[in-house]
């Protein structure tokens, strides 16, 4: 069964700086893709950036940007110029390639910006 | 556009009883998945719906069940409650097939009590 593993229960950053929420999984597959979501305090989640592991580029998407390391099966997100916005829960997330529609989630990272 | 939307917004129940939630896919999308968050944990997967029919199922119950309706709209139903039922249920709306990135648009949640 695949698994998805974040190690970061809780991380902080200040204002303006960048932080790195890390993001790790278990699959015997290929053929998958990779999502960060955001969940902030009003409940909503919101995809953040996704990854298709047959795509060796890492996907950008403004100030997010992924490490995606299919050998070593590492996934990290990069927050760059953090804002006070962006605090809130992330969750990494698994989804297998073909015909089977199941999204795994880790347990979330949850993300404090400083002023 | 109008977004994914869920009804109630709170819940609250007694051990035993039987509950219906209620979602509403993103405009133009046709496949509803659901999930279950318990407090502090990332989503797990229930159940998704296309084509009025349950596609995959995760490993609950049968006291889990579903139906799709043909307007795409869908509802969860939860019998004989159990205090572990107790969490935020989420939504999440995706258009198939030919939409390779499985991209999901969830809802913001029913938060269930159960008592």
């Known amino acids: 069964a695949q698994t998805v593993t974040q190690s970061q229960p809780e991380m902080s950053v200040q204002e303006a700086e960048t932080v790195t929420l890390s993001c790790t999984y278990d699959?015997?597959?290929?053929?998958?893709?990779l999502f960060w979501y955001k969940q902030p305090p009003s409940r909503q989640m919101i995809l953040v950036i996704r990854?298709?592991?047959?795509?060796?580029q890492n996907a950008t998407e403004n100030r997010f940007s992924v490490n995606f390391q299919k050998a070593a099966k590492s996934f990290s997100l990069k927050i760059s110029d953090s804002q006070l916005g962006d605090a809130a829960m992330y969750f990494c997330a698994y989804k297998p390639g073909g015909s089977n529609y199941k999204l795994t989630f880790g347990k979330g990272t949850l993300l404090t910006v400083n002023p | 556009d109008a977004g994914v939307t869920q009804s109630p917004t709170h819940l609250i129940k007694t051990r035993g009883q039987q509950v219906t939630l209620r979602c509403s896919p993103k405009?133009?999308?046709?496949?509803v998945s659901w999930y279950q968050q318990a407090l502090g944990q990332g989503p797990q997967f229930i159940f998704q719906y296309y084509e009025e029919e349950e596609r995959q199922r995760g490993n609950f119950p049968d006291r889990f069940s579903g139906h799709q309706f043909p307007n795409y709209s869908s509802e969860l139903n939860v019998n004989a409650l159990l205090l572990g039922d107790s969490a935020l249920y989420l939504c999440?709306?995706?258009?198939?097939?030919?939409?390779?990135?499985?991209?999901?648009?969830f809802g913001p949640g029913t938060r269930l009590t159960v008592t």
């Open positions: 999440a709306s995706s258009l198939e097939p030919g939409f390779s990135s499985y991209e999901q648009y």
């Open positions: 990854q298709e592991a047959y795509k060796q």
């Open positions: 699959t015997s597959e290929s053929d998958y893709y």
């Open positions: 405009s133009g999308h046709d496949t």
